[in-house]
């Protein structure tokens, strides 16, 4: 039997305090991030509509309707109903607990014999159902957590313009906690609430569909501006190159200009940097594969983080011009832009654009474009690299906070 002040009279009386607070304080956040990315986005679209104009690409704008579709579906549905239940709390006393129990929810906890530790996890299937008209779409995404490290995982596949708040699915949550009558129960209720709180931040997370939280809405609207333009005309050959490369510039241009270069170049190194795994939930990625069914993979890359700028950039590449043009801009502000529009504008018929943005680099610049991009390349991976490590370090920190906090409360 289990202590009725550890469970009955204590934890579990407080879980629907705990999930509807936490539902409550998500759902104030949300409704101002959405707001907040809403407004920004408005804000933002307009200047890339003036910026775009004068480059002679016309009509550009954002849709209201459907800017942040899929964001505000989300939040609808988690301001009609919480995504989450807690359909069940299971408690393990661990001076009874075999190395393997014999027991249906026993998939959610795993020994260690190298550490003679257990370990504890929660998995969560999202279900999306969307019918229109006669067609069935299905997106689905994996999310497992190890409850006490902190590190876990995400599958998903795409998430489609069109769902609405309906089309979402009722998760519950399955959650395993471990109990020792050899330690004060009013400690190890502290403990279990705050940590279960800890672990909500990272299952709570209904946004993080194919991208974590803190890469999302970075960066602002170049695939919209590219889209717009690949349905439009341009005195220019080569548009696999051109649309891509003046989407990107002009959308910079619009970004340092209204939240300044820092925030630009913080945003590139922390997508190259802090993501390092695609399917990374929490603080680090563990695939949890504990059953022999499972088998997860990591997608992406485990090496060190990747600098955006390579050691030898190719300017022929749309990537490696975003730098270069970049470069160019930091260091001479408008007179490059005006001296690249007035390259472009000048146009009478179609020619390869690569040719004509060197030209404009030379020409305001007054060196050599070769030898320009070769300079540019290693100042911009320097400064990439600087950004890279302020991020690293800032993980480190927080990893190293949260450890010494969790060993803290654990003893």
């Known amino acids: 039997t289990i202590p009725p002040t ?40 307009k200047e890339l509509k003036k910026m775009a104009d004068s480059f002679g690409i016309k009509g550009f704008y954002l849709n209201e309707d459907t800017f942040l579709g899929k964001e505000r579906s989300i939040f609808s549905r988690l301001h009609k109903s919480p995504f989450y239940h807690l359909d069940e709390l299971v408690v393990w006393e661990l001076e009874h607990l075999e190395k393997e129990p014999d027991n249906k929810y026993a998939k959610h906890i795993h020994f260690e014999p190298e550490t003679d530790t257990w370990r504890r996890r929660v998995v969560i299937q999202w279900n999306v159902v969307s019918n229109h008209g006669n067609q069935t779409r299905r997106s689905e995404k994996l999310q497992g957590l190890d409850l006490d490290t902190q590190f876990g995982f995400h599958e998903s596949t795409v998430l489609h313009g069109r769902v609405h708040p309906n089309d979402f699915k009722d998760l519950k949550i399955s959650y395993p906690i471990f109990i020792d009558r050899k330690k004060s129960s009013e400690e190890q209720i502290d403990y279990l609430q705050r940590a279960f709180v ?35 005309g341009y005195k220019v050959t080569n548009r696999e190159w051109f649309d891509p490369v003046i989407s990107n510039f002009l959308n910079d241009v619009v970004y340092i200009q209204r939240h300044g270069y820092q925030s630009l170049y913080a945003a590139i190194a922390r997508r190259a940097t802090i993501v390092r795994y695609q399917n990374q939930l929490g603080d680090d990625i563990d695939l949890l594969n504990w059953e022999p069914e499972e088998n997860r993979k990591v997608r992406g890359s485990r090496g060190k983080p990747r600098n955006p700028v390579g050691r030898r950039l190719n300017f022929e590449t749309a990537n490696g011009a ?90």
Do not use: C
Not at 207 to 227: C, I, K, N, V, Y
Not at 366 to 374: D, L, N, Q, V
Not at 376 to 405: C, D, M
């Open 6 to 45: 550890l469970v009955g009279g204590g934890l579990e009386s407080s879980m629907p305090k705990i999930m509807g607070g936490f539902h409550n304080m998500l759902l104030a956040y949300e409704a101002k991030n959405i707001k907040f990315r809403f407004e920004d986005g408005l804000a933002h679209a």
């Open 198 to 232: 800890k672990n909500l931040r990272h299952i709570y997370d209904p946004f993080s569909w194919g991208a974590r939280r803190d890469t999302r809405f970075q960066t602002g609207l170049a695939r919209e501006l590219r889209h717009h333009l690949s349905e439009r």
């Open 322 to 411: 975003r730098y270069i043009l970049l470069d160019a801009y930091l260091r001479n502000g408008d007179k490059f832009l005006d001296g690249l529009r007035t390259e472009l504008l000048a146009l009478k018929k179609k020619e390869d654009p690569i040719p004509l943005f060197k030209k404009a680099i030379a020409d305001v610049t007054g060196i050599p474009a070769e030898k320009y991009i070769e300079l540019a390349t290693v100042e911009q991976r320097k400064l990439l690299a600087q950004y890279q490590q302020k991020i690293l370090e800032q993980k480190e920190a927080l990893a190293s906070n949260s450890s010494q906090t969790l060993t803290s409360e654990l003893r």
